[in-house]
């Protein structure tokens, strides 16, 4: 479990006790809860003249196997922004979104994954430092894909 050390409110120290029957930080002097929030990521599939586009990733984890374009959302950012955003940042095409595939979170795993269905609209491939290489991929033939998820995520993406 993450920690976190100092009160938001009055930086005073923070300690983790008991509340409705999970651990949660409490600041010692005025009582506040503090909470750990998920991080969230979203992603995009489409293909490219009917070939699933996929990145070879540069950073762990998985550093070597192959993803679909998906990234981090920031702060005050949108999801479906964030989601154009990373494709054009991992693979240098512009995209627009088709719709929601779907929402995705594990037990016990701070990430909730958003994943959306597109097409292309412009852009070229262009290299980038977290993308080892860009490659197309009959829907039958994809590589060993990074993460257990992703291959459910791709099959109710080609369901759809």
């Known amino acids: 479990m993450s920690t976190i050390k100092y009160c938001s409110s009055c930086a005073t120290e923070m300690i983790l006790k008991p509340f409705e029957n999970i651990n949660r930080f409490f600041c010692i002097n005025c009582d506040r ?4 929030d998920p991080k969230v990521v979203t992603g995009v ?19 070597g196997k192959w993803t679909f374009p998906a990234g981090f959302v920031d702060r005050g950012e949108k999801v479906e922004d964030a989601a154009i955003r990373e494709v054009f940042e991992e693979t240098g095409y512009i995209v627009e979104l088709d719709k929601l595939i779907g929402v995705y979170s594990q037990k016990n795993d701070p990430i909730i994954l958003i994943v959306y269905g597109g097409h292309v609209v412009g852009g070229e491939i262009t290299d980038n430092s977290e993308v080892q290489s860009i490659q197309t991929f009959p829907i039958d ?15 109710e993406w080609m369901e759809q």
């Open 33 to 36: 809860m503090e909470f750990i």
């Open 141 to 155: 033939k994809l590589p060993v894909l990074a993460f257990e998820r992703d291959q459910k995520i791709i099959d």
């Open 45 to 63: 599939l489409f293909t490219i003249k009917s070939k699933v586009l996929l990145i070879q990733r540069n950073l762990e984890p998985q550093r």
